[in-house]
């Protein structure tokens, strides 16, 4: 609660903190992976981002907060755009 609390403050570095932290006690659940995911997306941390969006979908039920279609739509999303960086970068 008190992440999502920072979150909502856009005190965006603290809440990242305590999702990391929270996600070490406790990997297996759902809704911290699911909001660490959000939190890494919105801060560009893609990579990231992928990682805790694949461990949603790898052991959560689908639900309103993290639909399961949204979640994989989500995840090609960065993917391109992060193979789109990869390629321009390559070139430069």
Do not use: W
Not at 61 to 82: F, G, K, V, W
């Amino acid at each position: 609660e008190t992440a999502v609390a920072l979150s909502h403050m856009n005190r965006s570095t603290e809440s990242l903190t305590l999702y990391r932290h929270l996600a070490t006690q406790r990997p297996d659940d759902p809704r911290i992976r699911f909001n660490l995911a959000i939190t890494c997306d919105a801060r560009g941390l893609y990579p990231e981002a992928l990682v805790h969006y694949e461990a949603v979908l790898r052991g959560a039920a689908p639900s309103p907060q993290n639909d399961t279609e949204t979640i994989i739509q989500r995840m090609r999303s960065i993917r391109r755009y992060l193979n789109t960086t990869q390629s321009q970068a390559k070139r430069q």
